[in-house]
């Protein structure tokens, strides 16, 4: 199982930060996703910490033992969505994602 | 362009079947691990199951498991999704998702890496109701 908040609000220009817990995440890693109203998920962090190609650099992720967050550095209107943390089991078989996080940014 | 589209979706009684299909482009699809995920309205993303490149491999979330059947066709491009004995919650987006895979250009040879998806389908909705 992974814990996130339901909702985390910043003002434009500052940083969020997204935390997600799970047991397992000491030995399996994190990634993260953006979900706009209507809209599929995209993926904005893999491995813990990697970005994809064409997403933006505020746009970063640590993990240390059972936390894994997302951390978005000067936040802008349009980073306003739902974000899930999604990661494995300790076997590394079954998945999981966490409740999601609605970010607001007003 | 990686390309992933959904079909089959549509109200179904509760105790019925359907067959979801995924049809993949823009990418090598057999190299890759391949997952089904869901959506009920308004509520979070749910993992439902996957299947490894050459089908040896395939696992689903608890809930799914003897109902939901994961399968692939590499020849056509496709993946698929039978769900059998659908119950009013099961009712949400069925998204069809790619895993990721890496390069390793000093070994030569892909790799599946940590497993995570890295593209998503624009989803198809089915609805269990009476």
């Known amino acids: 199982e992974l814990t996130q908040p339901p909702s985390v609000s910043v003002s434009p220009g500052q940083t969020a930060r997204i935390p997600c817990s799970g047991d397992?995440?000491?030995?399996?890693?994190a990634y993260w996703y953006q979900q706009k109203s209507g809209q599929a998920p995209v993926l904005v962090i893999y491995e813990d910490s990697k970005q994809p190609s064409g997403i933006p650099e505020r746009f970063s992720g640590s993990s240390s033992g059972t936390v894994a967050t997302l951390t978005i550095s000067g936040a802008q209107v349009e980073d306003e969505a739902d974000y899930y943390c999604y990661s494995a089991d300790s076997n590394g078989n079954h998945w999981v994602f966490g409740g999601g996080t609605k970010l607001t940014v007003l | 362009e990686v390309q992933l589209v959904e079909s089959g979706g549509g109200l179904v009684q509760p105790g019925g079947s359907l067959r979801l299909s995924c049809a993949a482009s823009g990418f090598t699809f057999p190299r890759h691990w391949m997952s089904w995920v869901r959506q009920a309205p308004g509520k979070g993303l749910e993992w439902v199951a996957n299947?490894?490149?050459?089908?040896?491999?395939?696992y689903y979330a608890d809930s799914m498991r003897g109902r939901f059947t994961i399968s692939r066709d590499n020849a056509k491009n496709s993946l698929y999704l039978q769900m059998n004995s659908l119950r009013a919650e099961d009712t949400a987006v069925y998204y069809c998702?790619?895993?990721?895979?890496?390069?390793?250009?000093?070994?030569?040879?892909?790799?599946?890496?940590?497993?995570?998806?890295?593209?998503w389908g624009q989803g198809t909705l089915v609805s269990v109701s009476s």
């Open positions: 397992a995440l000491p030995k399996r890693y």
């Open positions: 299947i490894k490149e050459d089908e040896s491999e395939k």
């Open positions: 998702a790619r895993g990721t895979l890496f390069w390793d250009s000093q070994s030569r040879s892909w790799y599946r890496g940590g497993g995570g998806i890295d593209y």
